[in-house]
């Protein structure tokens, strides 16, 4: 996704600088215009707004408080956004850290894939001091079609959780679904055209070709996938009430990502489930 936002900038004119944990993936860019500096700590000493797009918390405090990091050298008055895809506490303890610094932080997931970013139609979830979104709004807009005002910091990380846990359930019911049908001597296609009838409908546009196709292309892994249904369970935990769907998904995929699918398409879970149904 940080590669994609980068690329999406070049192209629109801005002047790009960029650091990466594994610099090869930077390197693909320099020929586009991509500044590439040896750390975040030489980031926080140009840049007036700052991206982080990583996988998970821990990679997040990493960028923010190690040895070269961020908080080093940040600026005052700087704006960091973050994509990531977190947990709502952590983005709370972010924002207090970037606070003492001077700076602002923004809890900024989004929804879509690398594609999306090229094509400018992310979905934004906005979570933060809202006048900071005046300052934003261009450069969000050149990522995404809708921006979602959800409140304060870690309120937009919450509801990433809640959309991610709703996606991997709706794969599962999908394939089980097909499964079923399968297993009842039912037409695959017929299934899934009379399913399209019904509240499926969405999944079976987005997901019904990834879950059937051995090799889709991999724009969300599954191993990403495991990570965010664990952090909703988690957070889940923190609110006090129970999961049920998605805690079952997090189970499947987990079986899943110890089966070696970790870096496939996430809707691969598919496979597991029709040897779970007895299909393969």
Known sequence: M?????????????????????????????????????????????ADVIFLAVADSPAVEAVLFSENGLLKSLKEGTIVINISTIMPGDAIRFHKAIKEHGAYYIDCPVLGSPRDIEQGKLIILFGGDQNLLSKVRSLLEDLGEKIFYMGDVGKASAMKLIFNMVSPSLVILL??????GIKAGLDVDKVVEVLSEGPLRSAIERYHHKIMN????????????????EYANRFAYELGMPLFIPATAKNIYSIALANGLGDEYHARVYKVLKRISGLE
Do not use: C, H
């Open 175 to 180: 394939g089980e679904a097909i499964n079923m």
């Open 214 to 229: 051995p090799n889709p292309p991999v724009t969300f892994t599954l191993r990403l996938m495991v990570k965010d249904l």
């Open 2 to 46: 940080g590669k994609a936002i980068a690329r999406r900038f070049l192209k629109k004119g801005y002047e790009v600088l960029g650091w990466n944990r594994t610099r090869k993936k930077a390197e693909e860019l320099v020929t586009e215009g991509l500044i590439i500096l040896d750390s975040p700590a030489a980031i926080g000493e140009q």
